[in-house]
């Protein structure tokens, strides 16, 4: 049985939202507080489409497929802007779009995850990924503090790919698409292609082009046909 979601929606350049992650926002525009407090106060979820030049509901320039999580206040900083954090919970496809209230409501059905077909293996091949990801962590996160709060977030298998997408993966477009990929041992495989695990902080350009050429005839074909 499908599980639909109703959720306010932020469309944003440049961020993919996966699921197992926390992003935090700051918040500016009167427009977007209003979109946090009525999540708040009823109970939902708030999503995170990557902005697109197309659009696939008319109106709608962001992709179909992103990721939603429930907002947490964190503070309101001197300048007015509040700090905002959403704890991602699951990904989303696009069902429709109303723009009643100031800001995008999206209907969305969640897309869960394939059971893995070799959970065992899943699970190895996931450990040897946290650790570049926990080399990426040491390399760039210079506070021991905020490194350790950041180690403590990355709690299962999910969460080690799904922070190793949104941190090691410099094309939105390669994000995107494995976002969009609801088999986590296949992520684990594209990540694999991507990063040369002896220099994982270099992507393969060749990989990622093949992946973007490969999901834009997907696209085209789909909505085609």
Not at 115 to 132: D, I, T
Request: charged share 25%.
């Amino acid at each position: 049985m499908k599980e639909i979601l109703k959720v306010p929606l932020f469309i944003l350049p440049n961020v993919v939202f996966f699921p197992s992650t926390s992003l935090p926002l700051y918040i500016a525009d009167q427009k977007y507080e209003s979109l946090i407090q009525s999540a708040i106060q009823h109970g939902q979820f708030v999503g995170v489409s990557l902005q697109k030049d197309d659009s696939y509901f008319e109106g709608f320039q962001g992709h179909e497929i992103f990721g939603v999580g429930r907002p947490i206040i964190v503070e309101r900083m001197p300048n007015g802007i509040q700090k905002i954090l959403l704890k991602g919970f699951h990904r989303v496809r696009l069902l429709g779009i109303n723009k009643a209230q100031p800001f995008y409501e999206a209907t969305t059905e969640v897309l869960p995850d394939q059971a893995p077909k070799n959970p065992h293996e899943c699970h190895n091949e996931a450990q040897r990924m946290r650790y570049v990801l926990q080399e990426w962590i040491d390399k760039t996160i210079s506070s021991t503090k905020d490194r350790q709060q950041f180690s403590q977030t990355i709690n299962d298998k999910y969460s080690v790919i799904d922070y190793i997408c949104t941190f090691l993966i410099a094309d939105e477009k390669v994000r995107q698409a494995l976002l969009e990929n609801t088999s986590l041992e296949s992520r684990i495989e594209i990540l694999k292609l991507i990063l040369d695990l002896n220099y994982p902080f270099q992507e393969n350009i060749q990989v990622c082009e093949a992946i973007k050429s490969f999901e834009y005839l997907e696209r085209t074909t789909t909505r085609y046909n």
